[in-house]
């Protein structure tokens, strides 16, 4: 059923109930992604379960790169028929509400996995809830409030990916660390079927746009061909795009990354020990007595990296043995200097939260406060400035010993943050209202399908083949094509802009 609308083109001031759409799109959305990194900040203990990963699969990082994309290849796909039926004037609350109740139901469901495509499975139904979530609130957002406001409540709203992100992170990784078990930090996720609920229990809000208007609405070809001649879109689109395969991809990997790089493992005499007899304080399975004994020639004090203690132990944990103790062994053997996965996820959640939310706000006062000193093009300036300045951080903390990395990485994600306010926004300023849904649609199957879609599995295609140095390496690729594109939209940003709002 359509929902009501106004019949302005847009808003003088906050229509009423906007603030109370903000608040609770707001929390949906970080609660959004802290759904989207658990599965990152679990990586490091998901790749040591027998039951998902054999310890010797040569294409572990690979598969553990599709399982991010899983979710990410249903969500673009849902996206755009979501976007329609917004343009269309479908109820907004409604698909909202279906939309979290279905992703928070997957998302869930995840800790239940009994093998690697049970979990692919239940990844892709989180991109179909999430896909129905992210063109609608956009669009909800901007058609709610004035355009002079709208770089700062998108600022606001899309505060969430830092912290819901760092959330995720941090939950994810000290749950996993607590239960001794990667599958309790998806249940957390039942959550968000409360916030479904709230999504029904909301009162539709009007649109900027008649509903005789929204049934008129252009096709997706008269849009893509619309969108096509609008440069500020195309271009700020594509540089989206290059950021979020760096973003999507590294986030997909760097607590892995980190725990490969840092951890170690010693088997002795003692680690056998703790194997057949556990701290009663331990969550840790007992291990039967014959694999404690075919370890036993395998105890030689040597420290080894994550790879080499795969090696190390290929012969002797083979089939159903390393499936069932593999990543008991590992945890058992790793040593006291050794990063535990709580703490890796707690220090980059920190800094995702500390530098994004930062960013974040830096970039929408910058963005505004040199549009209105007459900077043409000034939401592409911060942006595509911001994402150049922060490549050589970026190199740098891929050959800085941690902890003196962990500055870099804060350094990397404050320039690359920087564009969550002012890109929204100029989505939001060069479209009419009538295609704006279907252009945040549009702007989401791009950015995915040609960013973090594919980034996560060719990162774990050069891992498998190389190293996740080299694979983190070849990103900073994109980071200058990104920043690039965004300083070419500049001069384009004002006339766009200008021809939006006179329809």
């Known amino acids: 059923m359509p929902a009501p609308a106004s019949t302005t083109a847009g ?9 109370a759409a903000l608040a609770l799109l707001l929390t949906i959305n970080l609660f959004n992604y802290i759904d989207r990194q658990v599965l990152s900040a679990v990586l490091p203990r998901l790749q040591l379960d027998g039951a998902i990963f054999s310890p010797t699969d040569p294409d572990i990082q690979f598969k553990s790169g599709l399982l991010t994309s899983a979710f990410l290849v249903s969500y673009m796909l849902v996206s755009p028929l979501v976007g329609w039926l917004d343009g269309h004037g479908y109820r907004r609350w409604v698909i909202l509400g279906l939309g979290v109740t279905v992703w928070s139901l997957a998302s869930g469901c995840s800790g239940f996995a009994t093998g690697y495509w049970v979990l692919f499975a239940t990844r892709c139904l989180v991109g179909v809830g999430e896909g129905a979530y992210g063109p609608v609130s956009s669009a909800l957002l901007a058609d709610v409030f004035p355009p002079d406001r709208r770089g700062f409540v998108m600022a606001m709203f899309n505060m969430a990916i830092p912290v819901g992100s760092a959330l995720g992170f941090v939950i994810g990784g000290n749950v996993a660390d607590w239960f001794d078990d990667w599958r309790p930090a998806f249940l957390i996720t039942f959550s968000g079927l409360l916030l479904g609920v709230w999504c029904f229990a909301k009162k539709e809000l009007p649109r900027s746009t008649t509903v005789a208007q929204q049934h008129d609405a252009p096709g997706y070809v008269a849009v893509l061909k619309l969108l096509a001649k609008n440069r500020s879109f195309v271009l700020c689109c594509a540089g989206m795009t290059a950021v979020t395969f760096v973003l999507g991809g590294v986030a997909a990997y760097i607590p892995n990354y980190v725990f490969q790089r840092e951890s170690r493992f010693t088997l002795t005499a003692d680690t056998l020990t703790a194997l057949a007899n556990p701290p009663k304080e331990s969550k840790r399975r007992v291990v039967p007595a014959e694999v404690v004994e075919a370890l036993r020639p395998k105890a030689d004090g040597v420290e080894r990296d994550l790879a080499g203690l795969k090696t190390h132990l ?48 830096f970039g929408a006062w910058l ?12 939401y592409f300036w911060v942006i595509g400035l911001g994402a150049l300045a922060a490549l050589p951080f970026y190199l740098a903390f891929l050959y800085t010993p941690f902890p003196l990395g962990w500055v870099f990485v804060f350094l990397t994600v404050f320039g690359l943050f920087m564009h969550v306010g002012p890109g929204f926004t100029i989505v939001a300023n060069v479209v009419t209202s009538e295609v704006r849904a279907t252009a945040f649609a549009i702007n989401i199957l791009v950015i995915h399908a040609l960013g973090d879609v594919i980034s996560p599995p060719l990162i774990g295609l050069v891992a498998d083949t190389s190293s996740l140095h080299t694979a983190f390496l070849l990103m900073s690729t994109m980071v200058v094509l990104g920043g690039a594109l965004w300083v070419w939209g500049a001069r384009y940003l004002d006339d766009d802009t200008r021809r939006a709002e006179q329809g």
């Not at 050794?338 to 960013?359: D, E, K, M, Q, R």
Request: net charge positive; hydrophobic share 40%; glycine share 14%.
């Open 367 to 378: 963005g505004e406060y040199l549009r209105k000193r007459g900077v043409r093009g000034a």
């Open 11 to 19: 808003p003088s001031a906050p229509l009423p109930g906007a603030r």
């Open 314 to 361: 290929a012969d002797v944990l083979p089939g159903d043995l390393g499936k069932l103790y593999f990543e008991t062994a590992a945890t058992t053997a790793t040593t006291p200097s050794s990063p535990s996965l709580g703490s890796i996820n707690t220090y980059f959640g920190a800094i995702v939260v500390l530098g994004g939310l930062a960013a974040t706000a």
